[in-house]
Each structure stands twice: as structure tokens, then as C-alpha cells.
């Protein structure tokens, strides 16, 4: 025979974890961390005049928002500039600066988001 001790303790504390609360301070932190390097990028962009052919990047930082709901984190612009700029237009082409930084800092991000979590839940690393 083989006996389990302390499941109810578990079950217990898992009951008193609040996981929603945890995802949603993660998604806001990630969210906020990637809509923080977009902007800095744009800074340093708008610097080195690479968005000079319909906008600088300072005017794009104030249209750099996100909004992070129950499950997910969404990060962009509404700017008909900035979705030119992303995508490109029929006579321009792409310059993704949204693409590219979620691609380089994805990792540090996921990180950030994975840590609040955890702090969430009250887990600590030794």
C-alpha cells in the first residue's frame, strides 16, 4: 500500500493561489515592458532619421499603447503611419520596427512576465 501525505494541504493551498490575478499582473508587466522598448526604439530611430520619409519616430511613441484583457497582451499602434511603416506600402517597403523588437527582447519579456507569475503564486527560487 502506498500512502500520500499532505495532499490535502495541497489541494488546500492551491485552492488559496488566485491565478488570475498572477496572469493578469504578468500580462500587464510584459505589456508594458514591450510597449516601454518599442517606444525607446523609436526614440533612438527618430535619432538617426531612418523614419524620415513620412514621420519621425517621437511623433509614433505617443501612438504606442497596449491593453491586456484575461488571457492575453496586445501592443501596437492604430497610426496609419506606423502600419505603413510595420508593413510597408505599394511604394515603400517594410521597416518593422514592432517585428523586430519583439523579436529581439521576446525572451527578456517572456522572462519578466514568467517571474511576476511566479511572484504571483507566491513561488520563490532558491
Do not use: W
Amino acid at each position: 500500500m502506498i500512502s500520500v501525505y499532505g495532499l490535502q494541504e495541497l489541494l488546500d493551498r492551491l485552492a488559496g493561489l488566485d491565478v488570475a490575478a498572477a496572469q493578469q499582473a504578468a500580462l500587464e508587466s510584459a505589456a508594458r515592458a514591450l510597449e516601454t522598448e518599442l517606444k525607446e526604439t523609436l526614440i533612438c530611430t527618430a535619432k538617426r532619421d531612418r523614419l524620415k520619409r513620412t514621420s519621425s519616430g517621437a511623433e509614433l511613441c505617443g501612438t504606442i499603447t497596449h491593453t491586456v484583457d484575461s488571457d492575453q497582451a496586445v501592443v501596437g499602434s492604430d497610426s496609419v503611419i506606423a502600419v505603413d511603416e510595420e508593413l510597408g506600402t505599394s511604394r515603400t517597403p517594410p521597416h518593422s520596427f514592432m517585428l523586430a523588437v519583439a523579436q529581439t527582447r521576446a525572451e527578456h519579456i517572456v522572462q519578466i512576465a514568467a517571474n511576476l507569475f511566479a511572484q504571483g503564486l507566491g513561488v520563490t527560487s532558491d
